[in-house]
Nanobody, 114 residues
Framework: VKVVESGGGLVHPGGSLRLSCEASGLSNSVLSMNWFRQAPGKERELVATIFPVSGTTNYADSVKGRFAISRGNERNTAYLEMDNLKHEDTAMYVC????????WGQGTQVTVSS
């Protein structure tokens, strides 16, 4: 199983980024695709979840109204559109694909800086 994220980078406050996640080699159906983030010295935070079958999404309060998670044509892909980025959004963003187990990527760094 392989989970690969992409799309991170350096952006100014107020800017936007779009993260992508693709999980491959899964033997079971994906139940949910999840984006977590972790900043230095802080606990890992669940940012957004999408349930591919229903399309239901959930967000952390800190990103509601600014971030949007979506799925690709395949249930094992997910995107995170991040708008109006703030300094406090700076973190390593990691994708987790959940079947009966959780499969994690290596992460993609997002840095919001002037």
């Amino acid at each position: 199983v392989k989970v690969v994220e992409s799309g991170g980078g350096l952006v100014h406050p107020g800017g936007s980024l779009r993260l992508s996640c693709e999980a491959s080699g899964l033997s079971n159906s994906v139940l949910s695709m999840n984006w977590f983030r972790q900043a230095p010295g802080k606990e890992r935070e669940l940012v957004a979840t999408i349930f591919p079958v229903s399309g239901t999404t959930n967000y952390a309060d800190s990103v509601k109204g600014r971030f949007a998670i979506s799925r690709g044509n395949e249930r094992n892909t997910a995107y995170l559109e991040m708008d109006n980025l703030k300094h406090e959004d700076t973190a390593m963003y990691v994708c987790c694909a959940r079947t009966t187990n959780g499969y994690w990527g290596q992460g993609t760094q997002v840095t919001v800086s002037s």
